[in-house]
């Protein structure tokens, strides 16, 4: 390895430079905040530098990824780079995210009869009122997808459970048309709005089990419905004497109805 000495500093005052002593040739070398850590033997930086100089994005590479949806924390994550160096190639990006999000919004759902009539936010709108949603509370944003087309999303939070929805967005002379990507998005936008999105499974109506008794259904016909006893061949010598009843009336004056034991038997109120 040859050895290098310092005889000056460009007219730039941007790069130092160096020659060989033992052939004179002279070399140029960048005065920069390597050099400079590496100067004060900051090992730390240094090597923080470094990583920051491999994985540095373009600026055209960092707005391409903010685009297609992505985070500034997302891309400083992935490249290496410090946070405030993305953000000041994302920021024209974003802004163009939010205004797509806003036109997406102003949008015509597409049904299956043709486009609503009402904008994407007004039917959302609806759908959250109906639901007991504040809208609110949901964030909207917008991408470009990887054919180039503008995916609007709308993202809340019920109870526990974080919720996302997406459409695709073609803008017109009217305003523009948004078709829905998933169910989520395809629950909100529906004319029948107030459903649940989760909806539960429908409740199958099971029919009476019993009917109203007939009221022209009598004792006679309850009798003549009920398998009888086959009567014994032999006849006991003395056959037992049917209970009497010596008071066949109630305490209102009717007659009191046989009990089931004498209707099964055939014997009347009288005790015959």
């Known amino acids: 390895m040859r ?3 310092v005889i000056g500093l460009q007219p730039d005052g941007k790069h130092l430079v160096c020659a060989d002593r033992e052939t004179g040739e002279k070399f140029r070398m960048p005065l920069n905040d390597k050099l400079r850590a590496a100067a004060r033997g900051d090992i730390a930086r240094f090597g923080q530098i470094e990583i920051e100089m491999e994985s540095t994005l373009r600026p055209r590479d960092i707005q391409a990824r903010i685009r297609a949806g992505a985070s500034v924390e997302q891309v400083a994550a992935q490249s290496g780079m410090a946070v405030h160096r993305v953000e000041r190639y994302a920021y024209p990006v974003l802004l163009e995210r939010s205004r797509a999000a806003d036109l997406a919004q102003l949008g015509h759902p597409v049904r299956e009869n043709g486009p609503a009539v009402l904008t994407l936010a007004e ?4 759908a959250f009122r109906a639901r007991g949603h504040s809208i609110d509370e949901a964030e909207w944003d917008a991408w470009k997808d990887d054919d180039g087309h503008w995916i609007a999303e709308l993202r809340w939070q019920a109870g526990r459970t ?3 929805a997406h459409w695709r967005f073609q803008r017109d002379a009217h305003g523009g048309t ?11 936008v529906d004319p029948d709005f107030g459903r649940p999105l989760r909806g539960l ?3 199958t109506r099971v029919a009476e089990a019993t009917r109203e008794p007939d009221p022209q259904h009598t ?3 309850y009798y003549e419905s009920t398998p009888r006893t ?3 061949l032999d006849e006991p010598d003395e056959p037992k004497q049917a209970p009497t009843h010596p008071n066949p009336k109630d305490k209102r004056g009717k007659p009191a109805m046989p009990s089931w034991e004498d209707v099964l038997l055939g014997i009347r109120s009288s005790g015959h």
């Open 3 to 5: 050895e290098l000495e």
């Open 123 to 126: 039917v959302v709108g609806l």
């Open 162 to 164: 974080s919720n996302a």
């Open 178 to 188: 948004v078709t829905a990507l998933d169910d989520t998005a395809a629950d909100l």
């Open 201 to 203: 499974s429908p409740v």
């Open 219 to 221: 004792l006679d016909d």
């Open 230 to 232: 086959p009567e014994p």
